[in-house]
């Protein structure tokens, strides 16, 4: 099986005002974008030419929202490891630059 083109874990996933999981996991594999719960149960799965992902104008780094099978989502993605004394991109940009570059779009 190919490797992940991106992940990232303790994501905290809502819907609306609801908050599905606190500590979900995003993975962007195969051309497929999955919104898994901590237990790994899949709450929502579409092929990455499908999602549109944004980062919302008035929220911090740390969030966006993914739109897919006419739902939208919104993520807080947590910072991941950066490389040692760096402080890398947000969560949030590297996950809409990898929904992008898995879409053909660039990235």
Excluded: C
């Excluded at 919104?35 to 911090?60: H, K, M, N």
């Amino acid at each position: 099986m190919a490797e992940p083109e991106f992940t990232a874990t303790g994501v905290r996933i809502g819907k609306g005002l609801r908050s599905l999981t606190r500590a979900g996991r995003v993975r962007i594999s195969g051309g497929r974008l999955q919104l898994l719960t901590s237990y790994g149960r899949e709450i929502d799965s579409a092929p990455v030419q499908a999602v549109r992902a944004s980062r919302p104008w008035f929220a911090p780094g740390d969030r966006a929202r993914a739109d897919l099978n006419g739902h939208r989502y919104q993520l807080t993605l947590g910072e991941e490891d950066p490389a040692p004394g760096e402080p890398g991109p947000p969560a949030a940009r590297r996950f809409i630059d990898a929904v992008r570059r898995a879409a053909g779009h660039g990235g």
